[in-house]
Every structure is written in C-alpha cells, then in structure tokens.
C-alpha cells in the first residue's frame, strides 16, 4: 500500500532529482543532496 517510487531511489526533496551519491542529508522526514540542504 501507498504510492512513491519503487527502486530504491532516493528522490532529493531540494532539486527533486535523484540521490546517487553515497552522502547526503537526511532531515524533515526527507533526503537531500548535500549542496541543496
């Protein structure tokens, strides 16, 4: 149940794109690249 991507993809909450890096924020119940925090 729910929606949102299957893949495992991490989705940046700041510049919408994926996460593919090793390293980034996690923070407000969302991830986001380092240089978008």
């Known amino acids: ?3 949102g991507k299957c ?3 991490l ?3 700041g510049c919408l794109n994926a ?3 090793d390293e980034f ?4 119940n969302q ?3 380092i240089d978008c925090f």
């Open 19 to 21: 996460i593919e890096e």
């Open 25 to 28: 924020v996690q923070a407000l």
């Open 1 to 3: 149940p729910g929606g």
């Open 11 to 13: 989705i940046c909450a």
């Open 31 to 33: 991830e986001w690249h």
């Open 7 to 9: 893949g495992g993809s």
